[in-house]
Nanobody, 121 residues
Framework: HVQLVESGGGSVQAGGSLRLSCSLS????????MGWFRQAPGQEREGVAA????????YYLNSVEGRFTISHDNAKNTLYLQMNSLKPEDTAIYYC???????????????WGQGTQVTVS
């Protein structure tokens, strides 16, 4: 059973940076996309960034493009999200996910991490 474990969240001032990591417990041949979602209080979960684990194509939410960078280390089975120029509106719980299609629809992601809090003040 694949498990995802996130780390790297925390509190930072506006303009600062954080890097999130997400480790997969094991390889699953059905996984073709990994992504980061976030959910702020009272809001729906939204996709932030995704990466095709086959060809490396990346996808970003418009509001984070140019500030966030998603990457995946196949050898380490680890997903990263480098977040720069953070804004208060980036405050949310961030979840990593693994699934079969690079889309913003959560239903295509079979595996989810427990979430890590990011607070920007």
């Amino acid at each position: 059973h694949v498990q995802l474990v996130e780390s790297g969240g925390g509190s930072v001032q506006a303009g600062g940076s954080l890097r999130l990591s997400c480790s997969l417990s094991e390889y699953d041949v059905t996984i073709s996309c990994m992504g980061w979602f976030r959910q702020a209080p009272g809001q729906e979960r939204e996709g932030v960034a995704a990466i095709d684990t086959g060809d490396g194509s990346t996808y970003y939410l418009n509001s984070v493009e140019g500030r966030f960078t998603i990457s995946h280390d196949n050898a380490k089975n680890t997903l990263y999200l480098q977040m720069n120029s953070l804004k208060p509106e980036d405050t949310a719980i961030y979840y990593c996910a693994a699934g079969t299609r690079c889309t913003w629809e959560p239903r295509w992601y079979n595996y989810w991490g427990q979430g890590t809090q990011v607070t920007v003040s």
